[in-house]
């Protein structure tokens, strides 16, 4: 029967799954079929259980599929990631071959310049003969005129813009028509016009009345191409080929007419965006190679002054090395001129370019091999005329080659690679001389991988396995950073102090998470010891390379270690006067030769080896319970207190070592003065024995293994209340 009906539910599975499967259907010929209610509910029942087991197994297959469920949404996170930088790279390499190409014309269009008016009257008569052909060489003037004679027509048909016109060097590059539409609910607002000229973004509005032939859109707005930002709007249901202009604290939002003009207004607007940049830029550096070509001749000239007074100054015949200096000057000037430099030799007149393709290719080496190779040709030679001109525009390029490499070194760039990843743009600007600036991003950017490293640590159940996987990351990264600046900075021996600096923030950023999961969760004193024990031992592995943390590191738990010991030296305390309360002076009974047997064990591995001589016959110990729980407990407690163990917490565990001892003294003081049974004051003295003559030695003599030193306030405590005679008649026990 069973068979029976697994085979039935076996049927039914396969006639649900099938590709062809009409629910409707399939209830209408099961009611055809069925001869009543009952067939019904019993057929309702199927389906239920089925759905049952269905919803199990896919439970199942979550709960079995489920780490590879978390692996795999992480790794879709690194990729995406990846991906996002690579077309930030691309985004700037595409940017970098349009400086490129700008740079160029604009190099071609100066050469023309100094070709003199013979150049400049041929490409006129080539004008005549092909307008069309050669308007993109027309000189800069006339391409300006052209452009803005184009420019006219098209803003006198805007209503209330005659003073754009009026601008200087402004050209159309752009327009068409474009509706705009409310950012919220993309409900269409007006028709209007847009305007994209070379250094500003006009937005006219459309006039439906037209007034006149001429006018035909009316003003409303303008703006700087620097002060608005434009993005791409995503294809959603009616939001379609629209893009938005950003300007703070507005933003106005466009619908193109189709794809295609939406993908040309955003090319063309970035592009533009770019061009102005770069013009701005181009002419900040011809400012700034005019203020250095300046200050150069002021600077000769200063000094050709300042040589002709000191040549008066002197009388003749005073100096006996006159003709000697003479001699000195006159000889050195024929060398200089018999062996001048020549600046006109072909890669040093490429110099500048090669340097803009190399750092575009991203080839930092070939770059830096260039500047040292010029470097080594102009040396000595600052006095010549063109190596000054020549420096500035090198020093350009030089600026650019740093901010990529800076770049290359920054903490938002990937981390996966490991401290190797940085050798490469590290070693390139020690060589360009920045050896400080480089130590610097090296560090920042190890910091940032430590941080990131650390955080995305999973957090486990257990304390110690995190701890374990915490140590590890960290440990390791600091000691192969450590390696890294080791070879990358050989040669510079001082940056080692800011590498020792960075080892201890980093440091501190450990301690804080090991703090959190550790001391704040409240853990146990054992795990805590434990804990620190594998901190301290992983901290030691950092000498292989002449590193020496444990200071810091011990500084830095001091203060939590000592709030550790402070709360369980409280616990036992109180635990302590708890079971003293309820004393009774009773012998203990474990009841089974294995409780025996374990209790035994665990008193030989704290120290106390002579414990069978406590022990009666079959399971009875000779010891109150309250003495032999708070043996256990303070014997636990001087162990981990051990391994935890640097001279800054001598005190604090000496001391909470005499606060515990001193509960259990004080306890069995007050019961032999205040116990009146002759026999239970013999079991006390037995107790009191066992305390001061085998407890509390071995304390004193572990304390003194683990520290090194004697522990004279646990020996005056013992002696200072000794049990010398009990008298069983008497309630004087000590003296």
């Known amino acids: 029967m069973a068979m029976a009906a697994a085979d039935g539910g076996s049927r039914l599975r ?27 509910q019993e057929h309702r029942h199927k389906i239920q259980s089925l759905a049952d087991e269905t919803a199990q197994n896919l439970k199942k297959n979550v709960y079995k599929n489920y780490r ?3 692996e795999t949404a992480r790794e879709i996170s690194y990729l995406e990631s990846e991906m996002y930088q690579l077309s930030h790279i691309l985004t700037e390499q595409k940017g970098i071959m349009d400086g490129l190409t700008q740079m160029l014309l604009a190099a071609d269009r100066e050469q023309q310049l100094q070709a003199g008016p013979s150049s400049a009257s041929a490409s006129a008569s080539a ?3 092909a307008s069309t052909k050669t308007e993109a060489f027309l000189l800069p003037r006339e391409a300006e005129e052209h452009k803005q004679r184009t420019l006219t027509p098209l803003l006198e048909k805007v209503e209330g813009c005659q003073e754009l016109l009026q601008a200087p060097g402004r050209y159309l590059v752009y327009n068409g028509d474009l509706l705009e539409c409310d950012p919220e609910s993309a409900a269409q607002l007006q028709r209007v016009h847009a305007f994209l000229m070379n250094d500003c973004f006009l937005v006219a509005a459309w006039l439906p009345g037209r007034r006149g ?33 950003l300007m703070f604290p507005d933003t106005r939002v466009f619908q193109a007419e189709n794809a ?8 063309i607007l970035e592009q533009t965006k770019k061009n102005k940049a770069l013009g701005e830029r181009r002419e900040l550096e011809k400012a700034e190679a005019l203020r250095l070509a300046a200050a150069e001749q002021e600077q000769q000239r200063l000094q050709q002054e300042e040589e002709q007074r000191r040549r008066r100054a002197l009388p003749s015949g005073t100096n006996p090395f006159e003709e000697e200096e003479e001699g000195g000057e006159a000889g050195d000037e024929p060398r200089a001129d018999l062996q001048p430099l020549d600046l006109g030799l072909d890669w040093i007149q490429e110099l500048p370019e090669d340097l803009d393709v190399c750092i575009a290719q991203r080839d930092f080496e070939g770059a830096v091999d260039l500047l040292d190779k010029l470097s080594a040709y102009l040396s000595g030679a600052d006095g010549q005329p063109g190596v000054r001109q020549l420096r500035s525009r090198v020093e350009q390029r030089i600026r650019r080659l740093t901010g990529v490499l800076v770049y290359e070194l920054s903490p938002g760039r990937s981390l996966r690679g490991g401290p190797r990843a940085t050798r490469r743009a590290v070693s390139q600007l020690i060589r360009l001389g920045q050896s400080t600036k480089a130590c610097d991003l090296f560090l920042k950017n190890r910091a940032a991988a430590v941080h990131t490293a ?12 995190y701890i374990h996987k915490l140590c590890n990351i960290f440990f390791t990264g600091l000691l192969d950073t450590a390696r890294e600046f080791e070879m990358d900075f050989a040669g510079d021996s001082g940056c080692y102090s800011a590498f020792v600096v960075w080892s201890r923030s980093s440091t501190r950023l450990f301690v804080d998470a090991f703090s959190k999961q550790v001391f704040d969760s409240k853990e146990s004193l054992s795990t805590t010891a434990e804990c620190v024990e594998v901190a301290k031992e992983h901290c030691n592995k950092l000498s292989e390379i002449g590193l020496d943390l444990t200071f810091t590191l011990q500084a830095l738990l001091v203060k939590d270690i000592k709030a550790a010991l402070h709360c369980y030296k409280d616990i036992i305390m109180e635990a302590t006067k708890h079971r003293n309360s309820e004393e009774m002076w009773r012998k203990m009974n474990l009841m089974t030769p294995e409780a025996l047997t374990k209790l035994k064990d665990e008193m030989k591995s704290s120290g106390i080896t002579n414990f069978d001589q406590y022990t009666g016959d079959d399971c009875w110990v000779n010891l109150s319970y309250t003495i032999v ?15 935890l163990y640097f001279p800054e917490l001598h005190m604090v565990l000496l001391e909470s070592l005499q606060e515990i001892i001193l509960v259990a003294v004080q306890h069995v003081d007050y019961s032999l003065r ?5 026999e239970k004051k013999v079991f006390i003295h037995d107790n009191v024995s066992f305390l001061y003559e085998t407890v509390l030695p071995v304390v004193e003599r572990r304390f003194e293994e683990g520290v090194g030193t004697p522990a004279k306030q646990l020996q005056d405590l013992r002696n200072g209340s000794r049990i010398i005679r009990v008298n069983p008649e008497s309630t004087n026990s000590f003296v």
């Open 14 to 40: 396969r006639q649900l799954e099938a590709v062809r499967f009409e629910p409707a259907l399939y209830v209408k010929q099961l009611s055809q079929q069925s001869d009543g209610d009952r067939d019904l």
């Open 68 to 70: 590879q469920f978390i």
């Open 127 to 129: 004008a005549d003969r």
């Open 213 to 245: 032939a001429a006018l035909r859109y009316r003003f409303d707005a303008v703006y700087q191409l620097e002060s608005f930002a434009v993005v791409n709007v995503k294809d959603a249901g009616p939001m379609r080929d629209m893009f938005k202009v």
């Open 260 to 267: 295609k003009v939406k993908k040309e207004w955003l090319e």
């Open 454 to 465: 650390i955080r995305q640590l999973r957090i486990e159940g257990a304390t110690l396995l």
């Open 629 to 643: 729980a708070f043996t256990k407990q303070l014997m636990a407690f001087l162990e981990e207190g051990l391994k």
């Open 674 to 678: 205040c116990e009146q049974d002759p």
